[in-house]
């Protein structure tokens, strides 16, 4: 098991670009869930998967960004017309998660993606 | 709202010291808690998590925690620390179910000689 991967490691772009970060999680997890965190700040949570079905979506989530885990496999978070407030690292982590066991699961995270949008 | 406090920004310790960071919980249920530590430039390794039964937990590296639903608080402990350890931790919670992970502002531990 090679854990959680992400790529590209780093991304630097101009304004009004679109990116698009790719997450693999741990073979078997069922969720996956993209952060966002900024300096000085914790993991603020954007979206996540349970399987292929895309279950909850922050409102720091603007229309610019879309994630997509077509498969119930990788997942793809694509932001659109890049702002400099887009500017971040991008974590992704999944988790296997069991409803009987009462919620009690535990997120793996991968090493992120840093953007800087200029 | 459900969320979890670090009340420490920054802490200082010298190496061979020992360490507590301080968390504080408020969820309505009991909650299930972790502490993760993020070196800079990298993602969140995960140190340790509590879900039931021992309020003790043990976890890599030498780390250990305890749960105390009086104090509403999840710190985190190391009798010595060592100059690897300097990194940022972050303590994190979910009250079960489909509700989502917080997580707190992070304390970044700065070791010194």
């Known amino acids: 098991d090679t854990g959680v991967s992400q790529d590209p490691r780093h991304k630097i772009t101009k304004r009004g670009q679109n990116v698009t970060f790719r997450c693999d999680p741990i073979s078997e997890h069922n969720r996956l869930y993209w952060y966002r965190q900024t300096l000085g700040q914790g993991p603020e949570f954007l979206t996540y998967f349970q399987n292929e079905a895309q279950l909850e979506k922050s409102r720091l989530l603007s229309d610019r960004f879309s994630a997509e885990r077509p498969k119930g496999s990788f997942s793809t978070l694509e932001i659109q017309r890049t702002e400099q407030g887009d500017s971040a690292m991008y974590l992704c982590?999944?988790?296997?998660?069991?409803?009987?066991?009462?919620?009690?699961?535990?997120?793996?995270f991968g090493p992120g993606t840093r953007l800087l949008v200029l | 709202a459900q969320s979890v406090t670090q009340p420490d920004i920054h802490i200082t310790v010298s190496e061979g010291a020992s360490l507590e960071l301080r968390c504080n919980y408020s969820?309505?249920?009991?909650?299930?808690l972790f502490w993760y530590v993020q070196s800079p430039g990298q993602g969140l390794q995960l140190l340790l998590k509590?879900?039931?039964?021992?309020?003790l937990v043990q976890g890599i590296k030498g780390f250990e925690a305890e749960f105390k639903r009086s104090q509403s608080s999840f710190n985190l402990r190391k009798p010595s620390v060592h100059w690897s350890d300097a990194a940022e931790y972050f303590c994190?919670?979910?009250?079960?179910?489909?509700?989502?992970?917080?997580f707190g502002i992070g304390t970044k531990l700065q070791v010194i000689p």
């Open positions: 994190a919670g979910h009250s079960g179910g489909y509700q989502k992970v917080t």
């Open positions: 982590a999944s988790s296997f998660f069991v409803g009987s066991s009462g919620g009690a699961e535990t997120q793996y």
């Open positions: 969820y309505g249920a009991t909650p299930y």
């Open positions: 509590y879900f039931s039964g021992d309020t």
